[in-house]
């Protein structure tokens, strides 16, 4: 079964860090770039990030909401990505998905259940 | 930053069509996607490449994108079409979104 699972999520301070991960299975999950993507409570979707294959040098981008604070990688052989959160602000509080983009078409065709992150004290 | 415009609502009767739009400078030039997101759900895609409709998605659904506006139709709205819908479009290295449309089906 085509699928990912997003696990890692947590209730964390002001100024704390997190890492959540996305395990992959049922695709061929080296050859894909993997995006991050979150949604606040009753909020829209915002694009957090992104890490591309190793033919692709596993290049990084991200938004500018969160570059600088937040990074993304992953383990191929362990078909899992990563988003690290450092110096979490209570904007940062959403719901975290993590999105295949299709190896050949511009589209978030696999979509994850989402962890909930929550910035409180 | 590249943007994209999208209404915060559009109501439609069951059986009608619905259209809901995108906008943004000069979009006709990217490729153009909509997700559905019902509530407690994840997104799925419904429309890619801005025409283009994945297999298990409905023929009443279909898009276009020229000049500065994408548009995704559902002809023939049904109640089960309810949902949120977001735009979505590539920018060089980066990714955005649209602030999400809610279609409401009455």
């Not at chain 2, 999208?6 to 809901?20: E, Y």
Request: with cysteine; aromatic share 10%; hydrophobic share 30%.
């Amino acid at each position: 079964e085509v699928q990912l699972v997003e696990s890692g999520g947590g209730l964390v301070q002001p100024g704390g860090s997190l890492k959540v991960s996305c395990a992959a299975s049922g695709f061929t999950f080296s050859g894909s770039a993997m995006h991050w993507v979150r949604q606040a409570s009753g909020k829209g979707l915002e694009w957090v990030g992104r890490i591309r294959s190793k033919g692709n040098s596993y290049a990084t981008a991200y938004g500018a909401s969160v570059k600088g604070r937040f990074t993304i990688s992953r383990d191929d052989s362990k078909n899992t990505a990563y988003l690290q959160m450092n110096s979490l602000k209570a904007e940062d509080t959403a719901m975290y998905y993590c999105t295949r983009h299709h190896p050949t078409d511009d589209v978030f065709d696999i979509w994850g259940q989402g962890t909930m992150v929550t910035v409180s004290s | 930053s590249y943007e994209v415009t999208q209404p915060p609502s559009v109501s439609v009767s069951p059986g009608q069509t619905a259209s809901i739009t995108c906008s943004g400078d000069k979009l006709g030039d990217k490729y153009a996607c909509w997700y559905q997101q019902k509530p407690g759900q994840s997104p799925v895609v419904v429309i890619y490449q801005n025409t283009r409709r994945p297999s298990g998605i409905p023929e009443r659904f279909s898009g276009s994108n020229s000049g500065n506006t994408a548009t995704l139709t559902i002809s023939g709205t049904q109640a089960m079409d309810e949902a949120d819908y977001y735009c979505q479009a590539w920018d060089t290295s980066t990714v955005v979104f649209g602030g999400g449309t809610r279609l409401t089906v009455l």
